[in-house]
């Protein structure tokens, strides 16, 4: 029987040489393995007496703890080094592009709509939507433009064919039919924007036939032109996100106003960009005034009772400006090449806590 | 709307500069739209001597002047004919820029003698196409003065836009008025001196309407003048008119123009010789014609309200006059008209004879119906001062409109209106100073007389606009908006947010967004889906016949954008628009649509097959808006009867139960790609998401609690032959139906068609998942449910376990 310092010469020389963990549980089985003679060794054990054992039991437990921990470091250095060896062989351009994942974008009409109604929402506006195809009723009578009035033809109006009855619809030349069609649903406190499609017969670099308008409308008891004023004032300030936009009212007509005002913006147009709230000239922006009482009778309120006030702006100018596009046709024309340039990302979703924009 | 500083200061006694002036005019509503000083293009010109002309050595055309400017002498080579020694003309030193020419002065040579500036032409200055010779101004015109304003040329040209509420505004009298109300100086008396009439006008004037067509002239004053001399009419006149783009012809049409921008009242000069009897007003017959001033012939019909004489119509009245009456040179005799015409019957005439014309122009906004009299004496004082002649006295027909009109004003409506506090007295000076008669004062209501040339004045919210327009819109302060919650609440309608979530999803998933037009050309909208209701759809007007329809679906304007995007060689477009389509003419046959195509050829990849789009694309994106707006997916069948644009056996529509399409998708239809000229395959899809049933509004926000199993789930797959015809639904619906208790999901995973099955057969896999909630299932109980599938599957489809 070989002597324990024999063992544990040959067992940590066994151990070391293996070259791989099947030679290293081959070690384990001949020097750890029951039939082992350690093992023989350990058996041996119960026939001692107390005191033989008090001294060889420490010694044979030692080795056995000892070649089990080498076992293991070397397990663990030939797994490192396998590990290494197959590190070693799998590599990868990494400059290869990745399977795709198109992204697509959202329109410039749709995110500054949403922008519009990010703002407009905190002032507790709700959103009204009417239809393009109108009637005349809406889109003049009930506005206050007298039949036959000079207002009619400045709006270079699209008409439908007529029906059998010598009636003819339009296509809205302005969102505020829906004035009249909201005044008819709801009671005062009224705040709605309604943004939509327009329509009137003209196309050039600011112009096309068909175009997208914003119009606000609040009616209530008390309501007044410098409410107006300073929900403008704010509303400005908001959606171009400067500090400062210092505006100027100026008196205009519209038939369903009164009294209708113009309203400038002040602006640089010194740069290749329009800078809104800066240097000296001022912009025409968008056109308002207080709801004229022929309208609000039409939409079935008594003006000495209600009073309100309304603008209209284009949303399609708003994102000319703010986000400095040069041409409005180019909005309708579906050209890739536009859409990926001036559209925004899927999850850029506007709202007051993050910023309106990027 | 166009006048001179000089003109304006006919009316308004003010010592303003300009630049106030256009300020003030923006801000009281009369929007300055230009300011042309010609002073300032010229400013570099002035006058000057020739001291001497004489031969230029080396060129007979050619003349060497010594000219005598306020810098000094200079030597000018000049090729005028009339440049000569002493003469007085206008000298344009080197370095000026010559507004005829477009060039900027350089000192140089001419045939070898120095020449530094030059002597202009008329047209060198753009004062007309003169320029046979440089001008020459009178012998006594001081020298080194700017050349514009000798020729009275420095006279700022002002440019307004006049909405179409205030024909006041038409005449600069009207916006002197403004003006003087606005603080900006004193409104001059406009009266004129009546002319003291000679004997009876030897025209008659009659008007012949029936008591429903009166309205069409309530007035007419003639007058007639005999023995005037027409022909240029004074330098300061023609210079006004030049300045503000009217062409001046003689003295006679001059006066006309004149007074219709000075007090904007159109009036008319007949020559009185070849008018034929009396006059009288009427409407016309149909068919009548009548040669106008504008050379034109034009067809009349009983609408239209003529001055005629006995031999037909001379004039269509306040739109344009008659060319064989008009007045020429060799006039002697005129009748003057002075007329008033019913502004939407002009309207309407002028638009139906597409006529426009200054007196159309300011009619069918109103002109003052009370200015009659007073006009016709001032077109008679200038056409005896500028033409001499005899006036007789004048004819008068008619009484003219009732125009006279009082408001009951609360003067408190001011600040309830606007917010801006004003003094009772402030706000009656300011009426006051409009020409509007305001008594009551102090009283609770003032009682406000609108002045006849204020035509668009009808109740109290048009005078608050007077008074805070003339006060200053910049004095209304802004007032806070109240709020009505803390913290703002959702406004958006669930349909709002379903289109809103939908195009998000859309654009996640690779399509870009487009905004097509709503209305496509006829033939489109006719395939499709359009034919039964073309007409009402129907623009009448269009922009063009490619847009003359409302588009009954947004399929074929993204088709024509796909294939306007691989023209120009981009092969992969995926697009979607969010928008409306038209099934007729009324409100609710509006819906809104959220349609898409794809087309890509495949793109190809290091790691993977090309693979071009098909139906499955366009499904998923119509799966994926469904998910979006919270359609129940679980609940959605799918049918192949998609419309007719889709190609017939490559579509489907998902549906909630046979009447509830919520959506359609496939590949479109070959003939419809022909049509439309764009290159396949090409696949689309189409939901109406406001088809997807409203969910119910839940007292609580709180989710039902969580059913997870920790025990196993089993999965099973079974492979079925089937009928070709069978489709996957049938098969999963039948699995599925199995044990709704325990199968918690069937899906299919494969499709085979070919060797090892017969034809007309083929095989579908499928994975059935059965989850036990209770305990472990065993095996036993495991294969008592796939035998309960295969039975389900067999008796739904006829299909059975494929060997």
Redesign the interface.
């Known amino acids: 029987m070989p002597g324990i310092k024999d063992i544990q010469k040959s067992a940590l020389t066994a151990i070391a040489a293996a070259a791989n963990e099947a030679e290293l549980e081959a070690a384990r089985v001949e020097f750890l393995g029951k039939k082992s003679a350690l093992s023989e060794l350990m058996k041996t054990l119960g026939k001692m007496s107390p005191e033989e054992r008090q001294e060889k039991g420490p010694l044979y437990n030692g080795l056995r703890a000892e070649l089990t921990e080498a076992i293991a470091a070397k397990k663990a250095e030939l797994h490192e080094a396998a590990l290494n060896a197959r590190l070693a062989e799998e590599k990868i351009d990494v400059t ?2 990745p ?9 410039p ?2 995110h500054v709509t ?1 922008e519009i ?1 990010a703002i407009f ?7 009204a ?5 109108e009637s005349d009723y809406y889109n003049f009578t009930a506005l206050n433009f007298p ?5 009619r ?2 709006h270079d109006t ?6 059998e009855k010598g009636e ?2 339009v ?1 809205r030349t302005h969102t505020s039919p829906v004035q009249i069609r909201t005044m008819e649903k709801q009671k005062p ?1 009224l705040r709605v924007i309604i943004p939509g ?1 327009t ?1 009137r ?1 003209d ?1 050039d670099q600011t112009h096309t ?2 175009f997208h308008q914003l119009e606000g409308l ?1 009616v209530d008891k ?1 309501t ?4 107006l ?3 403008l ?1 704010e509303f400005c300030k908001a959606f171009f996100e400067v500090p400062e936009a210092p505006m ?6 519209f038939p369903f106003t ?5 309203v400038d913006i002040l602006c640089d147009r010194s740069g290749g960009n329009v800078k809104i709230g800066e240097g000296e000239d001022w912009m025409e922006i968008l056109g308002c005034g ?1 709801v ?2 022929n309208v609000l009778k039409f939409g079935g309120l008594d ?1 000495d009772d209600y ?1 309100g006030w309304a603008f209209g702006m284009g949303i399609d100018r708003l994102a000319m400006l703010k986000y400095g596009i040069p041409d409005l046709r180019d ?7 536009w ?2 340039h001036y ?1 925004f ?3 850029d ?1 506007p709202n007051l806590a993050t910023g309106l924009s990027r | 709307m166009k006048f001179t500083l000089n003109w304006l200061k006919d009316h308004l006694e003010t010592d303003v500069n300009l630049e106030e002036i256009a300020s003030k005019l ?4 009369l ?1 300055v739209e230009e300011i042309d000083n010609p002073a300032e293009k010229y400013a570099a010109f002035k006058t000057a001597r020739v001291i001497e002309a004489k031969p230029h050595p080396d060129a007979d055309k050619l003349r060497l002047c010594r000219v005598e400017t306020p810098e000094g002498e200079v030597q000018v080579v000049c090729g005028a004919p009339n440049a000569r020694t002493g003469m007085i003309g206008v000298f344009a030193p080197s370095g000026s820029y010559i507004p005829g020419t477009g060039m900027t002065l350089k000192p140089t040579k001419i045939r070898g003698v120095e020449s530094n500036g030059m002597l202009v032409s008329e047209r060198e200055m753009e004062l007309s196409d003169e320029h046979d010779g440089i001008i020459e101004l009178p012998e006594d015109t001081p020298l080194g003065v700017p050349f514009a304003e000798v020729m009275g040329l420095d006279d700022p040209v002002i440019e307004i836009a006049i ?4 024909p006041d505004a038409l005449g600069v009298y009207g916006i002197a008025r403004d003006l003087a109300a606005a603080g900006l100086g004193k409104l001059k008396d406009g009266a004129v001196d009546p002319v003291a009439g000679h004997g009876k006008s030897p025209i008659g004037v009659s008007l012949k309407f029936d008591k429903e067509n009166a309205a069409a002239c309530s007035q007419f004053i003639g007058r007639y003048v005999k023995g005037v001399t027409n022909g240029p009419s004074p330098g300061w006149l023609q210079k006004r008119l030049r300045a503000i783009g009217l062409r001046p012809i003689s003295a006679l049409v001059d006066i006309t123009n004149y007074v219709s921008y000075d007090r904007g009242r159109p009036l008319h000069v007949f020559d009185a010789d070849k008018l034929k009897g009396d006059i009288h007003v009427r409407l016309a017959e149909k068919g009548e014609k009548m040669l106008a001033l504008d050379e034109a012939e034009y067809e009349l019909d009983e609408t239209i309200c003529v001055i005629a004489d006995d031999s037909g119509p001379v004039g269509i009245g306040g739109v344009i006059g008659g060319l064989n009456t008009g007045c020429t040179e060799e006039t002697t005799n005129v009748f003057l008209e002075v007329a008033y015409f019913d502004p ?1 019957r002009i ?2 005439t002028g ?1 139906a004879l597409g006529i426009q014309s200054d007196a159309r122009y300011r009619f ?2 109103g002109v003052d119906p009370a200015y009659l009299p007073q006009a016709a004496e001032l077109a008679t004082r200038l056409i005896l001062d500028l033409c001499g002649g005899d006036a007789s006295k004048t004819v008068v027909a008619g009484d003219g409109p009732h125009w006279q009109k009082t408001i009951e004003f609360d003067h408190t409506r001011v600040e ?5 506090k004003l003094e009772e007295q402030r706000i009656v000076e300011i009426l006051a100073a409009l020409g509007f008669g305001v008594a009551g004062f102090g009283d609770e209501k003032l009682m406000v007389e609108v002045p006849s040339w204020r035509p668009d004045v009808e ?4 005078l ?2 007077e008074v ?2 003339i006060h200053g ?2 004095h ?6 109240p ?3 803390a913290v ?6 669930e349909n ?1 947010n379903r289109m ?1 979530l939908a ?17 496509i050309a006829e033939e489109h909208a006719r395939a499709f889906g359009a034919a039964n209701n073309i ?9 063009s016949p490619e ?1 003359d329809t ?1 588009r009954p679906s947004i399929l074929p ?2 088709i024509l ?1 796909a294939g ?2 691989m023209d ?1 060689g ?1 092969d ?5 628009e ?3 389509q ?1 099934a007729g ?3 609710e ?2 819906s809104l649509a959220i349609s898409g195509i794809r087309r890509s050829p495949g ?1 190809r ?4 097959a090309a693979r071009g789009v098909d139906a499955f694309d366009a499904k998923a994106d119509a799966l994926a808006v469904l998910a979006a707006v919270g359609a129940p997916l679980e609940s959605v069948q799918v049918t192949s009867d998609a419309p007719a644009w889709y190609h017939p056996g490559r579509s489907g529509v998902l549906r909630l139960g046979p009447k509830n399409a919520l959506a359609t998708f496939g590949e479109v239809h070959p003939r419809i790609l022909d049509m439309l000229d764009v290159k396949g395959p090409m696949v689309a899809f189409e939901v109406i998401p406001t088809n997807v049933p409203e969910p119910k509004k839940k007292g609580t926000k709180a989710r039902s609690p969580l059913n997870a199993s920790d025990l196993p789930a089993v999965i099973r797959d079974f492979a079925f032959v089937v009928d070709v015809n069978v489709t996957a639904e049938q098969v999963l619906r039948a699995a599925r139906g199995a044990d709704k208790k325990l199968i918690t999901a069937a899906v299919l995973f494969d499709v085979y068609e070919g060797k090892g099955i017969e034809p007309g057969k083929k095989s579908l896999a499928i994975e059935v998942t059965l989850q036990p909630f209770d305990k472990t299932l065993t095996d036993d109980e495991i294969e008592a449910v796939a035998q309960k599938v295969i039975a389900q599957v067999s008796k739904a489809t006829g299909g059975t376990l494929r060997g």
């Open positions: 290869l592009p399977r795709p994942m198109p992204q697509g974008t959202i329109h009409i749709t949403d109604v929402a905190d002032m507790g506006f709700a959103v939507e009417g239809p393009d195809i039949e036959g009035h000079p207002a033809e400045m699209f008409y439908m064919v007529p029906d003819r619809k296509l406190p499609r329509y017969c196309s036939p068909m609040a008390t007044t032109l410098g409410e004023k300073w929900v004032a100027r009212f100026r008196p205009s007509y009164e009294p209708s005002m113009e207080m004229h009482p003006p009073q909005f309708f024309a579906a050209d890739l090449r859409l990926k559209g990302a899927a999850l979703m | 923006t801000m009281i509503g929007e909405t179409p509420n205030r939407l309207a309407r638009r069918e906004r309830r209106l606007t917010g801006l109740g109290p919210a048009d608050v606009e805070v327009r819109l910049e209304v302060q802004p007032a806070p908006l709020r009505h919650v703002a609440t959702p406004i958006l309608t709002q809103r195009k998000r999803a859309l654009a996640a998933r690779g399509l870009d967004e487009a905004v097509t037009w709503s209305f007409a009402q759809l129907t623009v009448e007007n269009p922009m847009l409302m304007g993204l954008a306007r995007n120009r981009f992969e477009v995926a697009l979607f969010a928008g409306p038209y003419d009324a409100p046959d509006q793109a990849h290091w790691a993977s």
